[in-house]
């Protein structure tokens, strides 16, 4: 049932809910999810579909649109995205007052938001044409970034963007050449990275895509929004999930200790949880984890990685949590960021970007989602509280 609040007068009653979980906040046309029977559908169409026939720019494309693209204007689209790849190169001075040992995603933050200091031009909200330039350098120009981030904190040179490889082709080109050898990249670990990317595409009113509509309703710029978004992505129980995945792995060991682990994911008196395990919205299983899972398993078989002692301990974890009773009570099926996080380890992506390829790839849901904020009808996102704090008292003047 739906409670509109716009019929309850805006002093008397209101909803109190922690955590948001059953206020609606918009209206949108973009994602449709159904938890309990594990659907997940961008514009209509089924994620495992897309992400066996579409690839991410095309996925892209939808998500911005609303519709699948014809083949002309797939092409010119690619075309678009591929002319923005390259930044400022004012952009690389920034970046190099970072200190190099800094986490990415806190580079991440300050590059991302400093886009609007460094691209002022196309910059009224109120016009589609400049909202869409937005979304064009943002999609074009996060894997530069997420790259120059990662090389940074190697002490290696930027590797500039190559358009004649497609998107995901050409991340990983950023992330493992050198100006002394090309990076050959593997068809695989390609076909693998655009798999990531699109389904962590976008995932309706999530936490970190909530926030770029609060901040978005203010009338800020959309790279400060979309740089909001990934202060909120980065936390463990959202997008930092895959990274504290493969660091629970390291910690487990080895498969003699998994029983440990597990009692202390069980004992509520210890607040550790089995990261990568469990969902917000999902309580059956995610549509995404199954696809991620195949492409795990092609990814290992590509490498003959299967019996990394890691990868064993995550396999035996996923027997687990799928036998245990604690775990099917609860429903607590491994999630996407479980699977993608080994993908990711087996390519040789170090687990501190993890987090900014979740925010690259989700970077076309948030700029969706304020697209279609800022255009339709809309109010600065203020929720109400429950003041639980002193009345008013006096000012002690004898203090
Ligand atoms: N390990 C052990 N127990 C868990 C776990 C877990 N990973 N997740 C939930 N539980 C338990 C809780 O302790 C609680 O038990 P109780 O009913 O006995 O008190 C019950 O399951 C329900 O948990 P909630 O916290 O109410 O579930 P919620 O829906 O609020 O949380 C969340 C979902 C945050 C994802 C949680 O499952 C979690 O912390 N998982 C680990 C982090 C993770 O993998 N995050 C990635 C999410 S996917 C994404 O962002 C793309």
């Not at 068809?187 to 978005?216: C, W, Y």
């Not at 990934?230 to 660091?247: K, Y």
């Not at 029983?259 to 994911?265: G, L, N, P, S």
């Not at 501190?352 to 809309?378: D, L």
């Amino acid at each position: 049932d739906v409670i509109d609040v716009r019929t309850l007068g805006s002093h008397g009653v209101f909803t109190y809910d922690p955590g948001f979980m059953s206020t609606g906040s918009c209206e949108s046309a973009i994602t449709y999810i159904d938890g309990d029977a594990g659907v997940l559908l961008h514009r209509g169409y089924k994620i495992a579909d897309l992400a066996q026939h579409s690839d991410y720019l095309e996925t892209c494309y939808l998500l911005l649109y609303g519709e699948l693209p014809t083949a002309e204007q797939k092409a010119e689209f690619v075309v678009t995205v591929k002319n923005h790849t390259m930044v400022s190169e004012s952009m690389q001075k920034f970046l190099d007052g970072f200190r190099n040992d800094a986490h990415p995603m806190a580079v991440m933050v300050g590059l991302v938001g400093a886009m609007s200091a460094f691209y002022q031009d196309h910059m009224d909200i109120t016009d589609p044409k400049h909202r869409e330039i937005a979304a064009f350098r943002l999609i074009s120009k996060m894997p530069t970034l997420a790259a120059m981030c990662y090389k940074y904190s190697k002490g290696q040179p930027t590797m500039y963007p190559r358009n004649d490889l497609s998107y995901a082709e050409n991340f990983l080109h950023m992330m493992f050449a050198t100006p002394c050898e090309e990076y050959k990249v593997n068809p695989v670990f390609a076909k693998a990275m655009d798999r990531i990317f699109i389904l962590h595409a976008d995932h309706e009113q999530n936490a970190s895509t909530s926030t770029v509509r609060l901040a978005g309703s203010s009338g800020a710029n959309p790279f400060a929004c979309i740089a909001a978004g990934i202060t909120t992505l980065w936390g463990p129980a959202h997008g930092g999930a895959n990274e504290a995945v493969l660091t629970m792995l390291e910690e487990i060991g080895d498969e003699s200790n998994i029983d440990e682990f597990i009692a202390k994911a069980k004992d509520k008196n210890d607040p550790f949880r089995l990261m990568g395990f469990g969902h917000r919205v999902y309580k059956n299983f995610d549509p995404r984890a199954k696809v991620m899972r195949e492409t795990c398993d092609q990814v290992l078989a590509e490498l003959g990685q299967s019996d990394d002692p890691m990868l064993k301990i995550a396999k035996r974890l996923e027997q687990i949590a799928l036998e245990d009773p604690y775990f099917v009570e609860r429903k607590l099926y491994p999630n996407v960021d479980f699977y993608s996080g080994i993908i990711m380890k087996a390519i040789g992506i170090p687990t501190s970007m993890f987090t900014v390829i979740f925010a690259m790839s989700r970077t076309v849901g948030w700029i969706s989602h304020w697209n279609e904020m800022i255009g339709g009808a809309y109010k600065i996102g203020r929720p109400r509280q429950l003041y639980v704090g002193h009345t008013e008292r006096e000012y002690p003047t004898d203090k």
